[in-house]
């Protein structure tokens, strides 16, 4: 049986769990005050896991402190979780890949993100606008060969973004950008099949996995760095 402690150990990061120790000190033991260490889109089920664990230490404060004391000085390995476009079935694991716009709104400082297309109206589309306009630093890798268009629109759409294609090959073969994931602030990434259209999020049958692997996110950034720094990505033109 997974415990409480367990449960919120799987769902915090190591960061969370210190703020929520402190904030839990500093708010004497009210659980509201508490979570306001987690982001809003978190906050939710951090404060449900956090009700379960003092529940299950008969509500004594100071020992969900030192759980959280705990969860935060060790490392942790969050088992990933699937991400589905699909129709709902029982027991089945998995969120839309709408979960990908919630994962855009966590990002403070930057965020990557990889698509072959794109629909302009799209939650993914619109997350990376409202990004943008609270400050972070957005780059998107777009496909220029074979969606000119969407990718002429999304440089429309996402001005202040910088932008990114596989620049033109010198014998003329050109490769296509196929890749699609989103990953923010070198904390988390979600790798899918799924495009950002608004089929993608509520029609199609798409499969991603959501990591929140630090290692994980921070090599995808460092490899789409390198790749534009050996010029095998370029800023896109329209």
């Known amino acids: 049986m997974v415990t409480a402690a367990a449960e919120l150990g799987a769902f915090v990061t190591k960061e969370e769990?210190?703020?929520?120790?402190?904030?839990?000190?500093?708010?004497?033991?009210?659980?509201?005050?508490?979570?306001?260490?987690v982001h809003?889109?978190?906050?939710?089920?951090?404060?449900?896991?956090?009700?379960?664990?003092?529940?299950?230490l008969g509500g004594d404060v100071g020992a969900v402190c030192?759980?959280?004391?705990?969860?935060?000085?060790?490392?942790?390995?969050?088992?990933?979780?699937l991400v589905w476009t699909s129709p709902s079935l029982p027991n089945s694991e998995g969120h839309t890949t709408l979960a990908v716009s919630s994962l855009i709104n966590e990002a403070q400082t930057y965020v990557y993100a990889a698509t072959y297309s794109a629909g302009m109206g799209s939650a993914y589309?619109?997350?990376?606008?409202?990004?943008?306009?609270?400050?972070v630093k957005v780059t998107v890798v777009v496909d220029r060969k074979?969606?000119?268009?969407?990718?002429a629109a999304l440089a429309a759409k996402l001005g202040g973004a910088r932008i990114w294609t596989l620049r033109e090959p010198n014998d003329g073969e050109w490769a296509v950008q196929h890749a699609k994931l989103v990953m923010v602030d070198g904390l988390a990434a979600l790798v899918t099949s799924a495009n950002f259209s608004a089929a993608a999020a509520e029609a199609n049958l798409e499969c991603g996995v959501l990591l929140r692997d630090?290692?994980?996110?921070?090599?995808?950034?460092?490899?789409?760095?390198?790749?534009?720094?050996c010029d095998y990505l370029v800023d896109y033109t329209a």
Do not use: C, F, M, Y
């Open 66 to 81: 030192v759980v959280l004391e705990a969860l935060g000085g060790v490392a942790q390995a969050v088992r990933p979780q």
């Open 146 to 151: 074979q969606q000119g268009q969407i990718a």
């Open 214 to 229: 630090a290692a994980v996110a921070k090599s995808i950034k460092s490899h789409l760095d390198r790749l534009r720094e």
């Open 125 to 135: 589309v619109t997350a990376l606008r409202q990004a943008l306009e609270r400050g």
């Open 17 to 37: 769990a210190r703020k929520l120790k402190a904030n839990l000190v500093l708010g004497h033991g009210l659980l509201h005050q508490a979570v306001r260490g």
């Open 40 to 56: 809003p889109s978190r906050r939710a089920r951090a404060h449900e896991l956090l009700e379960a664990v003092l529940t299950d």
